[in-house]
């Protein structure tokens, strides 16, 4: 058994930073490894076969490092690949090892946030064509009422840092309004990919003061904390020195880049080949 067991934290790209962010303010003890699939990227357009095979590959590269604990920060993974990965891969293997998503954390808490009983949810078109938030949140609140808007520009915006100026409201309040307009008694909507907290500030602009915009990274982060006190079993197997690695699938300097905006700048990724 190797001797650093971290926690590993996946993403597609970029996005998963802003929920590993989180999860190192609240488990700031522990030790995890980050992957962005950057080569791969992006997810969302791809179908549920190819999402699933990628997701599969990364997870296989975390336990090979270790990791008795993954986190899929990613939506589309979470969506297209989790239910597979758990009940499948997992059992037909027999490790002991886990694989958690950032979809059932949100939706487990997102009936209770809303008053009138409408959540809304910005995406990406691969989560809003799963529907994995409209069927995860009926389990939990069968009579909340969910609407939907796919943002397919925000990432690429996000992405090459064009997010925080002028040309990018037009797409923000595009996506924003499609939304409200399907029901303008929505209440409370959920940001359903990593990359939109970057873009809270602009969202506020154009979504009514009553309407409460939910971030991932606080939600996912406090939900294993609960996990971990629930399942001493693996908590025992998270090796806890504090320590923080960086990996990607394409360019460590881009990521390095990139990384700054998402998370916090003099991080030093290195390369690896799935």
């Keep these: ?43 969302g357009n791809r179908s549920f076969e190819t999402v699933y095979q990628y997701t599969r590959e990364s997870v296989n590269w ?7 604990l993954v986190i899929l920060a990613c939506n589309t993974s979470s969506a297209k690949a989790l239910r597979t990965i758990q009940q499948q891969d997992l059992v037909d293997s027999g490790t002991s090892n886990r694989v958690l998503g950032v979809i059932r954390p949100t ?28 069927l995860e949140i009926k389990k939990f609140f069968p009579e909340v009422k969910v609407f939907q808007q796919a ?13 925080l100026g002028p040309g990018a409201d037009y797409f923000i309040k595009k996506y924003a309004d499609a939304l409200m307009n399907q029901s303008p008694d929505i209440d409370t909507v959920l940001l359903a990919c990593t990359h939109y907290p970057l873009l809270m500030d602009k969202l506020r602009l154009y979504f009514p003061a009553s309407v409460q915009l939910v971030a991932q990274g606080g939600i996912v982060a406090d939900s294993l904390m609960v996990y971990l006190k629930n399942h001493p079993e693996i908590d025992r197997r998270c090796s806890k020195q504090s320590e923080l690695a960086f ?18 700048e003099g991080i030093q990724s290195e390369r690896v080949f799935l």
């Design 107 to 134: 939706t487990e808490i997102a009936g209770k946030m809303s008053k009138t009983g409408q959540v809304g949810i910005l995406a990406t078109s691969g989560t809003v064509n799963s529907e994995s938030y409209v």
């Design 247 to 264: 990996y990607t699938t394409d360019d460590p300097a881009d990521f390095d880049r990139h990384a700054a905006l998402f998370y916090k």
């Design 1 to 43: 058994m190797p001797s650093s067991q971290p926690i590993g934290i996946f993403d597609s790209g970029y996005g998963g930073l802003t929920v590993l962010k989180s999860i190192v303010e609240k488990l700031p003890g522990y030790d995890f490894i980050y992957l962005g699939d950057n080569a791969r990227t992006p997810y």
């Design 151 to 163: 943002c397919p520009l925000w990432v690429p915006l996000i992405e090459n840092n064009e997010h």
């Design 62 to 68: 975390f336990f090979s490092r270790g990791c008795p």
